[in-house]
């Protein structure tokens, strides 16, 4: 069965830390692009943060730049996201997919193909 699975998520006070993991099984993930995405309560669905599968190349949503990492262990068929300096306004469930190489760069959800069932990030005191 082709599937990702997020995890790693949970409640953080602000200026915290966490890192999200996106497990593949069923398919090899070092063969796509993957991109992180959230959802707010009452937004829609942006893109955060892309990591290619050739290069290691990385991109990045502006209001995550210099905090989110984005990385990628082919061996373990994970792609993770460490999350620091985290914000009130950074919670949302957030979800990983999977993206044809030559698409690397987007962040557009329509371009995605697999997607994982998402986890819940709450960044609160």
């Known amino acids: 069965q082709v599937q990702l699975v997020e995890s790693g998520g949970g409640l953080v006070q602000p200026g915290g830390s966490l890192r999200l993991s996106c497990t593949a099984s069923g398919f090899t993930l070092e063969y796509y692009a993957v991109g992180w995405f959230r959802q707010a309560p009452g937004k829609e669905r942006e893109g955060v943060s892309c990591i290619s599968n050739s290069d290691g190349s990385t991109e990045y949503e502006d209001s995550v730049k210099g905090r989110f990492t984005i990385s990628r262990d082919n061996a373990k068929n994970t792609v993770y996201l460490q999350m620091n300096s985290l914000k009130p306004e950074d919670t949302a469930v957030y979800y990983c997919?999977?993206?044809?190489?030559?698409?690397?760069?987007?962040?557009?959800?329509?371009?995605?193909?697999?997607w994982g069932q998402g986890t819940q990030v709450t960044v609160s005191s």
């Open positions: 997919a999977t993206i044809l190489p030559h698409m690397y760069g987007s962040l557009h959800e329509d371009d995605f193909g697999s």
